[in-house]
């Protein structure tokens, strides 16, 4: 007997995967100043992450919005 698995359940578990694989929040900052530290901290490891990963130039947009 085959096992099938449709698009949403195998994105379910790889979601569920991906998020158990994180790591637990640390303790919330004390002060506003360490607040701001870690959330530009947690923004340049998520900017490091997304730059390890090829994009083909196909999926990129021809076109920039500008404003």
Known sequence: MK???T???LAGTLLATA???QAPPEAPPSSP????QAARDQNQHT????AKVPVPVDSEPA???TV
């Open 3 to 5: 096992n099938k698995i």
């Open 7 to 9: 698009r949403r359940q």
């Open 63 to 65: 076109f920039h919005f």
């Open 33 to 36: 100043a360490a607040e701001l």
């Open 19 to 21: 998020a158990a694989a």
């Open 47 to 50: 900017a490091e992450t997304l």
